[in-house]
C-alpha cells in the first residue's frame, strides 16, 4: 500500500493530510509518516457539529504526536445552516485548504474505493450527467497546491487490515451509525446488500467513473472550443455567451456549453428542470429580459446575450457627487478612484476646466435627462441590472456621457 504514495509529485516540500481521526484518515496518516522527501502536516479541522468534536479533536492532536508530528487545528464555525450542512462543511473546508497552502504544497485526503462507489451511487440517484458520475478526482489544482487521493484503489476492508496489521487506533464516530443522511443509508443498508451479491461491485462502478471521467474530458473540449467562438465581452470584461450562435448549437451540445461556462465561474450547476428553461426562453422576445434564478445566482438574457449575475447585494450610492473642477475624484461606496484626467480621456474630449458632476440613477426621483439617458445606455449596451452603478458624466450641469 506505501506504493500509493508515488503520486505525490517530486517537486512537493509539504504535505498535509486532512485528518478526522477516523479509520480512513487514520491509514492515510500512518503511511504518509512513514515516508520521507517532504514535511508532513496533520491537518484536523473541527466543524463543531457533533457533541465529540472536542474529543476527536483531542484524538487528533494525540496521535500525530504519538508519530511525532504537529497537528495544525482549526475550527469552522456553521451555526444558523439549516440545510445543506454536509455540504456547506465540506465547500468551506476546502476553502480552507486553499486559502492556506500554496506552491510546493499538497493536500491528501483519504478518500477510497468504498467513498468512489457511494459516490457514483450518490450522483446517479440524483439524475447526475457525467460530470457527477465521474466521482471523486484522483488528483485536481487546488489554488497554488494539489490535492490528490492516493487511496481511491483501495477498499475499505484493506484498509481496516492494514490498521489491524499496524495497530493503528481510529476514532469511531457516532454519526456514521446515522441513517439519516443519504451516504449513511447507502453504507449501512444498501452497500451490504450490493456486496453480498457483487462482491466486487465497487471495481465495476469504479471502472464506470473512469469511463465518465473520460467522456467529461471530451465534453469540456468541445465545450472550450464553443466559448470561444461564442463568448462576448461585456462591460467589466464579463464573458457573456451569443444566444444567436448558442441557437445554431444542437440542443445537447447547446446544454454542455452552459454547464461549462457555469463551471468556469466556479457556482453551482444549474438543475436539469432550470437548464431546460433557460432553453425554452433563448426562443423568448428580447424585450421580455427573461431570467433563470438560483439562490446564488441568475441568469440573464439581454441583448441577445446570456449573462451570469451574482446575487449579492449592490452597494448604493447617493445619488450626485459634485466634483467642481478638482484633480482627484473619489466615491468610497463604490471603491472608485480616479483623476479628472481619466474622466475626459475615457469620455475622448478635451478638459476646458468644466465643473464636473458624476450621477447615479436614485429609485423614484424623477431625472430630466431619462430619455436621452435611456439612448445611451442601450448604445453602450448596458444591461438593466447594471445601470444604476454607471456613473453619469455631468459637465457644466449638462448630461455628456457615460463614466463606463
Known sequence: MQTC?????????????????????????????????FEVVPWHVNHG????AEQMQQFCIEQARRLGLEPRVDRLELGGLERNIEAEARRRRYRLFERETGAGDCVLTAHHADDQAETFLLNALRGSGSAGLRGIARRRRLGRALLLRPLLDFSRAQLEDYAREHE????????????RFDRNYLRNQVTPLLKSRWPHFHNALATASDLQAETQTLLDEIAAADFEDLRREASGGIATLDVAGLLQLSPGRRKNLVRYWVAQRELAALPNSRLEELMRQLHADPDSLPEIALPEYSIRLYDRRLFIVRETPAPRCDGQYDFGRADAIEIAELDLKLR???VFERLGIEDAEQELSLRFRVDGEANDDRHRLKRLFQKHRVPPWQRDLVAQVYLDGRLHGLLL
Open 5 to 37: 504514495l508515488d503520486i505525490i509529485p517530486d517537486d512537493v516540500e509539504r504535505v498535509f493530510v486532512a485528518y478526522s481521526g477516523g479509520l480512513d484518515s487514520s491509514v492515510l496518516l500512518h503511511l504518509v509518516a512513514n515516508a520521507s522527501g
Open 49 to 52: 457539529l457533533l457533541e465529540v
Open 168 to 179: 493503528i487506533a481510529w476514532f469511531n464516530d457516532p454519526s456514521n451509525r446515522d441513517l
Open 340 to 342: 479628472r484626467r481619466q
